[in-house]
């Protein structure tokens, strides 16, 4: 199986070697988008915060899109070209025939912590309570099922699934009862423990792998601008290694783009990420160039 993010690097190594991170006469025009308010997308934040992507000959527009399908829709219609969201989108837009790819995995195990209203303290009493997601079919909605299930609850039975929004729309559902569960990436559950929730199961418990933080793209606009696709890749590559390396310059772009400004929750949540991100020189490059194929 290929280490997650390798196949980032096979693009910076084995794709236009030509491309040097040198000043550049004129910036290309990029549309791109993220996905969520979530600590993965620290190196996205980063490579935009540092001018990254400016150092690589890009002018990146950063628009949020919470939704895979509205994200798909984008990039079907050319409204944006890049995309970071989960892989789950690319895999069911191929399974239809579509054009949408990922060309690179960030993160490949779900990060989940599912949390519960005070008063419940077992999984057994989520039963026939009312469990939050963003959307039906969303990372959320199958996240959900997969922990669930891995704990031995029947989704749709014992616990009756609410659309309800993005990761800070659930919260603001669980602290106003509108739900009794969800459940939450790191950030948003450290705080959550905070204000009193109980974490009926965090991320420490379970493995399960599953294409959480892609970058995604179409087949036709890789083969149209590999040059672009590069240099995305060589911005994103060095916001991983910067997100490691600098701690402060990092604290400071999650609390930005999480408006979290607890310091403590910051650093925990730092601390995670570091951990769950490879070490970028400990990676072992295999050949996987096949996106690329005419």
């Given at each position: 199986m290929i280490t997650?993010?390798?196949?980032?690097?096979?693009?910076?190594?084995?794709?236009?070697?030509?491309?040097?991170?040198?000043?550049?006469?004129?910036?290309?025009?990029?549309?791109?988008?993220?996905?969520?308010?979530?600590?993965?997308?620290?190196?996205?934040?980063?490579?935009?915060e540092t001018r990254l992507f400016e150092k690589h000959g890009l002018d990146v527009d950063v628009v949020?899109?919470?939704?895979?399908?509205?994200?798909?829709?984008?990039?079907?219609?050319?409204?944006?070209?890049?995309?970071?969201g989960g892989g789950t989108v690319a895999v069911s837009s191929a399974i239809a025939g579509g054009d949408l790819i990922s060309i690179a995995s960030l993160e490949s195990r779900l990060p989940y912590g599912?949390?519960?209203?005070?008063?419940?303290?077992?999984?057994?009493?989520?039963?026939?309570?009312?469990?939050?997601?963003s959307r039906f079919g969303s990372i959320a909605d199958l996240g959900s099922r997969l922990i669930l299930q891995r704990f031995g609850l029947v989704p749709d039975k014992d616990?009756?699934?609410?659309?309800?929004?993005?990761?800070?729309?659930?919260?603001?559902?669980l602290s106003n009862r509108t739900?009794?569960?969800?459940?939450?990436?790191?950030?948003?559950?450290?705080?959550?423990?905070?204000?009193?929730?109980?974490?009926l199961v965090d991320p420490t418990?379970?493995?399960?792998?599953?294409?959480?933080l892609e970058i995604i793209t179409t087949r036709s606009f890789v083969k149209s601008r590999p040059d672009v696709v590069t240099r995305y890749?060589?911005?994103?590559?060095?916001?991983?290694?910067?997100?490691?390396?600098?701690?402060?310059?990092?604290?400071?772009?999650?609390?930005?783009?999480l408006r979290i400004q607890d310091r403590e929750t910051l650093e925990e949540v730092y601390r995670i990420r570091c951990e769950a991100v490879p070490e970028i020189d400990d990676l072992n490059l295999k050949p996987f160039m096949s996106f690329f194929a005419p």
């Open positions: 997650s993010i390798v196949r980032t690097f096979l693009v910076l190594t084995l794709l236009l070697p030509c491309i040097a991170p040198v000043a550049f006469a004129q910036l290309i025009k990029v549309k791109t988008s993220y996905s969520a308010l979530t600590a993965n997308m620290a190196a996205y934040w980063l490579a935009k949020l899109i919470e939704s895979g399908t509205t994200t798909i829709q984008a990039l079907v219609a050319g409204e944006t070209q890049i995309a970071m599912l949390l519960a209203q005070k008063e419940i303290k077992t999984l057994e009493q989520l039963k026939g309570k009312r469990h939050a997601i616990i009756t699934f609410l659309q309800i929004g993005g990761t800070s729309t659930r919260l603001a559902a739900v009794d569960s969800t459940i939450l990436t790191p950030e948003f559950f450290l705080l959550a423990k905070k204000a009193g929730f109980t974490i418990q379970y493995q399960i792998d599953f294409p959480q890749l060589r911005s994103i590559i060095e916001g991983i290694h910067l997100f490691k390396q600098e701690r402060e310059p990092s604290i400071r772009a999650l609390a930005k783009y």
